[in-house]
């Protein structure tokens, strides 16, 4: 059976937690549900790929691939948008119009979700908000692609793949390619900070599918 659409469901900016995120919604003219299906990626264009920087971070996780990839099909953004620099605000469903908040229930990632974060930077002092999109979910590859929107201060996309190690684990590799308008932040700023955004994500996926197998150490 299929779920039908909610229509202009209005948000319901009271459940979310974070100032920036709220912002970001209303400076994006983003009242309803129906105004998401308006944003558009600002995703990777290999027609002038010399344009972009690339960054890339490989993390290891001891369990097999099919749990590992389970705990990112599963996890809830709250939990794994969950740590000192990263949280989550608000997730946008496309195939039944509507937002995901906080306390919700989820029933899993797929492609067409929007996900808009809090970052919080110079130990708190700093705030903004960021929107990005789930563009492809490929469970036979083992491969998740994120794209930046439109509008933000990156341009890009994200590739996360899979790999089983040699002993039996999982390689998770995270590559990025990315550019903005200012080459101090693409050069000095965004390495380091999505470093850190990208490993408190990747280890919150870690703890969730480490803890389907007790009898892996964690």
Same mark, same amino acid.
């Given at each position: ?22 912002? @970001? ?10 105004? @998401? ?29 099919? /749990? ?6 599963? =996890?809830?953004?709250? !939990? ?7 949280? @989550? ?9 509507? /937002? ?10 797929? %492609?067409?979700? =929007? #996900? #808009? /974060? $809090?970052?919080?930077?110079?130990? +708190?002092?700093? $705030? =903004? %908000?960021?929107?990005?999109? #789930?563009? !492809?979910?490929?469970?036979? *590859?083992?491969?998740?692609? /994120?794209?930046?929107?439109?509008? +933000?201060?990156? *341009? ?11 002993? +039996?684990?999982? *390689? ?10 200012? $080459? ?25 599918? !480490? ?8």
């Amino acid at each position: 059976m299929v779920q039908s659409k909610s229509v202009h469901a209005a948000i319901d900016l009271d459940r979310i937690p974070q100032k920036k995120v709220k912002k @970001f919604i209303t400076d994006y003219g983003l009242h309803t549900t129906s105004a @998401f299906v308006n944003m558009r990626q600002a995703g990777y264009d290999a027609s002038v790929n010399s344009t972009y920087h690339t960054h890339h971070k490989t993390f290891v996780i001891r369990q097999c691939v099919s /749990l590992v990839w389970d705990a990112y099909m599963t =996890i809830h953004p709250k !939990e794994a948008w969950k740590g000192k620099m990263v949280s @989550f605000g608000v997730q946008y469903s496309n195939r039944d119009n509507k /937002l995901n908040y906080i306390h919700d229930d989820y029933d899993g990632m797929e %492609a067409g979700q =929007i #996900i #808009i /974060l $809090n970052l919080k930077l110079l130990w +708190g002092a700093l $705030n =903004i %908000a960021v929107a990005h999109q #789930i563009a !492809e979910v490929n469970q036979q *590859e083992k491969l998740i692609k /994120l794209c930046y929107m439109v509008g +933000g201060a990156s *341009e890009g996309s994200q590739w996360i793949t899979m790999r089983e190690t040699a002993d +039996g684990f999982t *390689e998770v590799s995270h590559h990025t390619l990315y550019k903005s308008k200012s $080459n101090f932040r693409d050069k000095t700023l965004y390495p380091g900070l999505h470093t850190k955004a990208i490993t408190e994500f990747h280890a919150s996926v870690r703890r969730k599918a !480490e803890g389907f197998n007790l009898s892996v150490a964690v």
